[in-house]
């Protein structure tokens, strides 16, 4: 075959994307419905000679699909995986064959990332050189996924944004967790800014050359950094537009790449000094600072745009709007500024929003720091997404998303029925837990006797497990997936069901006089 199938968005003569199923024989009327198939999704197709129907290769098997459905270019995929308490997410662009360009930003913690890739791109995956790894900042639930993809797929290239640890705990004898110090940082703060981070490849590799690394990311980097198939580091930001920076984009997805979209690059915004050198601004305590100083992109393609908010924080919500306003900071409430009232204050912060918002505004926003309530509900109206992606876990205690987070996102956002994603809400496994349950089994039923079984009383460590394995558990992941061609955007999830022949949840997003807005999902057909 010469040319490329794809499952089509819609045929000619329909408004809005309908099911579209895969099928055994070459008649509708058989009702031989073997999978339902979604928007983009690959066709190998064996034979297209026949004018109605395609034969494809489904598995083992020959089946069908109907020709009008099918087209030859694919849209731009964006999936956020169920990653547990974390984030990860892929980008898949359209372009054919060597053109296509695979992006990972973030992996989560564990590995649920490697377990998503390699279900996805199966037997090829060793032969895959994705073409970028971005770690949005340096907390584990955003690169330890990727320890697992060392040796099992190259990246072209490693971006990150400065401020990572070379030392912060070890392992202890028998695995257990122990400070090791007070973390060592890498980036030197003086003043209200980091300096001295390593901008590229060279400064990297020598930040992280110590032949003994101590904590999770000088491990991890000493490992990555072996790997030929790993290409060189570089650093990500923009220069704070109040110092006359430009615009700056992923390198090779600018304006005059010759794509039909682009990856703008908004945070982190670093300065110069006198000397020239760049310095990121301090929110906190290193922490913080990390994290409000995530690398922030905006994918924009036609009509439809996604911003990626990695952890970002109020303080650097406040500083990142007051930027990109023009102004020299953000507007707060004082007896001895300017607004004393609050109704002084919420004129300006409104008009604040409005010159910062040609900058930010998104159609898609993937919410900051997992549904954190540590925003600043201007920054999201700047946003104004129509729809959220919220990438959360049930590990550690953090709540995320918050449940007044929620009523804060629907409130402030564009449309009437603003669309609230979670990967924690749409999953459908215990993502911390499932592979763990048959571990967890041998560890009680070892020591345990047949007279322990036989008894009337089980251990108490086998009851524990088996209330523990009667929650209820379902049979799918919670991925969120966004496919756009630029005219139209969709946002789908599959269903608990677990039903070949019914799989996906999804919600069409259309350009309207009040903005984008969802106008139809799997619901109203």
């Not at 053109?99 to 998503?116: L, N, S, T, Y």
């Not at 430009?246 to 039909?260: H, I, V």
């Not at 997003?509 to 807005?517: A, H």
Request: aromatic letters at 10%; proline letters at 5%.
């Amino acid at each position: 075959m010469a040319q490329n199938f794809f499952v089509g968005f819609k045929p000619d003569g329909e408004t809005k994307y309908r099911k579209k199923y895969i099928f055994k024989s070459k008649s509708r009327a058989s009702n031989q419905k073997i999978k339902e198939v979604f928007w983009g999704d690959f066709l190998n197709v064996t034979d297209d000679s026949d004018s109605e129907w395609l034969e494809i290769k489904w598995g083992a098997q020959v089946a069908f699909f109907p020709r009008a459905d099918a087209v030859n270019e694919r849209p731009l995929e964006i999936i956020f995986v169920d990653v547990g308490q974390g984030d990860g997410a892929v980008l898949i662009t359209p372009e054919p064959g060597a053109g296509e360009a695979i992006i990972v930003i973030d992996a989560g913690k564990d590995d649920m990332m490697a377990r998503f890739l390699g279900g996805r791109f199966g037997k090829y995956m060793p032969h895959l050189d994705f073409h970028a790894a971005i770690i949005t900042h340096c907390d584990e639930d955003h690169y330890g996924g990727f320890r697992d993809l060392v040796g099992m797929a190259g990246f072209k290239h490693v971006y990150h944004n400065g401020l990572m640890e070379t030392a912060s705990s070890y392992d202890g004898p028998g695995g257990t967790r122990v400070k090791r110090r007070k973390a060592e940082r890498l980036g030197t703060k003086r003043g209200k800014h980091y300096r001295d981070f390593p901008e590229d490849d060279a400064g990297f590799r020598k930040a992280f050359s110590d032949p003994n690394p101590l904590g999770d990311f000088a491990e991890f980097a000493e490992e990555f950094l072996q790997d030929p198939r790993w290409g060189p580091t570089a650093f990500l930001g923009r220069e704070n537009p109040n110092d006359g920076g430009s615009q700056a984009f992923l390198p090779g997805f600018g304006p005059a790449d010759g794509r039909d979209y682009q990856i703008e690059l908004l945070g982190p915004l670093y300065e110069r000094d006198a000397q020239g050198r760049k310095s990121l601004p301090v929110y906190g305590d290193h922490g913080v600072t990390k994290n409000g100083n995530s690398i922030l992109m905006r994918l924009e393609y036609g009509r439809f745009s996604v911003f990626f908010g990695g952890d970002l924080n109020a303080p650097a919500e406040q500083h990142i709007l007051a930027s990109y306003a023009g102004r020299d900071a953000f507007p707060k409430l004082s007896r001895r500024g300017d607004f004393q009232t609050e109704e002084a204050l919420e004129v300006e912060l409104n008009a604040l929003t409005r010159a910062a918002r040609p900058a930010l505004n998104s159609t898609v926003m993937k919410a900051c720091h997992h549904g954190s309530a540590d925003v600043t509900d201007a920054f999201i109206r700047a946003v104004n997404p129509a729809a959220y992606v919220i990438s959360s876990g049930e590990s550690g205690g953090y709540v995320h998303p918050r449940p007044d987070l929620l009523g804060r996102l629907g409130k402030l956002s564009q449309g009437a029925a603003p669309v609230l994603l979670s990967t924690e809400l749409q999953r459908g496994s215990r993502a911390d837990d499932d592979f763990e349950d048959a571990n967890a089994l041998r560890k009680a039923l070892r020591g345990t006797t047949a007279a322990d079984l036989a008894g009337e009383a089980l251990p108490d460590s086998i009851e524990t497990l088996i209330a523990r394995l009667a929650r209820s558990n379902v049979q799918v992941y919670g991925a969120i997936y966004l496919k756009t061609d630029g005219d139209r955007m969709v946002t789908a999830f599959k269903k608990e069901n677990n039903s070949p022949k019914d799989r996906w949840f999804h919600f069409e997003y259309k350009l309207t006089d009040d903005g984008v807005v969802p106008v139809a999902s799997s619901g109203s057909h």
